[in-house]
């Protein structure tokens, strides 16, 4: 059984920091992509970065130059600090992870979504 745990989000002040984590457990053969979403309410679910097992990043333009995506491939846990945080990052944060749990199956599993909150 293949779960998505996040954890690190939290409130805190304009221009703060936080770090968010999320891993991944359960009978996995590999991990091809592991990334972080988010989504206010009654909006679209938007990229914030991906990386891929082979340590390539992508990210938002918003968030370019203040986040950063990283992977610990011996705990498959996958990490996005967050710094200079802005009200408008306020969001529910959704783990994301394109794995493969025998050689021919590929499937898209997503976490629970974990809050963060920037008051100003």
């Known amino acids: 059984q293949v779960q998505l745990v996040e954890s690190g989000g939290g409130l805190v002040q304009p221009g703060g920091s936080l770090r968010l984590s999320c891993a991944v457990s359960g009978s996995i053969f590999s991990i091809n992509v592991m990334g972080w979403y988010r989504q206010a309410p009654g909006k679209q679910r938007d990229l914030v970065a991906t990386i891929t097992s082979g340590r390539s990043a992508s990210y938002a333009d918003s968030v370019k130059g203040r986040f950063t995506i990283s992977r610990d491939a011996a705990k498959n846990t996958v990490y996005l600090p967050m710094n200079s945080l802005r009200p408008e990052d306020t969001d529910v944060y959704y783990c994301?992870?394109?794995?493969?749990?025998?050689?021919?199956?590929?499937?898209?599993?997503w976490g629970q979504g974990t809050q963060v909150t920037v008051y100003s």
């Open positions: 994301n992870a394109i794995l493969s749990i025998n050689r021919n199956k590929v499937y898209n599993y």
